[in-house]
């Protein structure tokens, strides 16, 4: 399936992933895309310029310009 339009997927945990393209490989389990894309949720945030899926949704990798941003309060509610 390719999306050639942006979209935005919003999940139930909060996560908002907002996409410029993509390709959807539904048999492989599989998504790419090489457009800018940008994941964020409420103590985190990561962009890159590509993504991809893959081992279905089990490997995510970013490239190209990876920035991540974590609030520091959620990694020391972690450790506590």
Do not use: C
């Not at 389990?29 to 409420?42: C, D, F, L, P, Q």
């Not at 103590?43 to 081992?55: G, P, R």
């Amino acid at each position: 399936l390719d999306m050639t339009a942006p979209f935005t997927i919003n999940l139930s945990s909060g996560i908002e992933a907002k996409f410029q393209s993509s390709f959807l490989d539904v048999k492989g389990g599989a998504m790419e895309t090489t457009e800018h894309v940008s994941i964020t949720a409420k103590e985190a945030a990561i962009v890159a310029d590509s993504l991809k899926i893959t081992d279905n949704g089990r490997t995510v990798s970013f490239k190209g310009s990876v920035r991540v941003n974590i609030e520091p309060t959620a990694i020391r509610k972690q450790g506590n």
